[in-house]
């Protein structure tokens, strides 16, 4: 088999810790004694043991890891953080070839990982499938080169243009999209670590904003209040999740518990569309060290960080429905990456390039 395969395995296996290892990148590792894997793992949750350790704890004949392969999609680390440095344990093992995928942008990596084990005498190659690692640890990427998430907005709308019907008698959403368009927006939840939501559709919907039909955790819920409006009982309270609610309230109210953490800041007046409040919350985010956040809604939280062109990608899922009147769908201009027919929804896909 080729690099590139094996490093595409390492790809596909490190998409199983995606949404769990943040602040951490999602890392995949494959450990090959002539052409066999002998060993693999993924990034265990944050405070866990890295792709790496993980690869080499699989290997159930550890003499054969002196005559083996390890290959890894992102630079090992040469770093004391919640675990030893990587590099360390794989001259430890003494394992004489490293094929890498992509260069670490942490500073406390970039490039020394590399230069520790080639010290060690240990032959080291170093961009097979570089793009497509790139790709896959984008959000780790983003947080390091950018100071900020990586930010996926999300939202459905109907065939005319609304995210919201104009009325409704209850206290839940009203879906737009069928059942398959809401297990697949239930995967894409699971693969970033928060998920953002305004006022308004906590008042309209009381979501659970969790992925119930999916595997994996539940992301952090970030919800923004600015004068503390939603009720005491809404479900976002429940204590279930960790929650951070962002408002312009000074006081603490007195739900504030362990997992329910209320962030003051400053918001801009209503309708202030030139405002740099799309980067505040981002800098709120960064203090909690969320490497990713999936953005819901509503439309007006949606607007703020396209207007301030704070995105990376977005979904938006159209249904076979028409309201005729309503909440409308975001003002949004990007070109579009791919769509794909999910029976009767269209699910549009936009990367901000």
Known sequence: MSQEFYIQRCIQIAKNGLGTTAPNPSVGAVIVFKDKIIGEGFTSAYGGSHAEVNAIAAVKEKKLLKQATLYVSLEPCSHFGKTPPCADLIVQHQIP??????????????????????????????????????????????????????????????????????SKKIQKPVWISNLFSQQLAHKIRSSEQAILVGTETVIADNPTLNIRNWAGEHPVRIVLDRTLRIPADATVFDGAVKTIVITANKTVPKNSRENIIYESIEFPPLQDEE?????????????HSIQSVLIEGGGQTLQTFINAKLWDEAYVFVGDHVFGSGTKAPIFNSNIESEIRIQNDLLKKYNND
């Open 275 to 287: 405002s740099d409040f799309a980067q505040t919350i981002c800098t709120v985010l960064q203090k």
């Open 97 to 166: 070839k490293v094929v890498i995928g992509c260069v670490d942008s942490n500073s406390l990596v970039a490039g020394k990982g590399i230069a520790r084990l080639r010290k060690a005498g240990i032959h080291v190659t170093v961009g097979v499938l570089e793009a497509a690692c790139k790709e896959h640890h984008k959000r780790f990427f983003t947080v390091q080169l950018k100071k900020r998430p990586y930010i996926v907005l999300k939202w459905a709308t109907t065939k005319d243009g609304y995210i919201a019907p104009e």
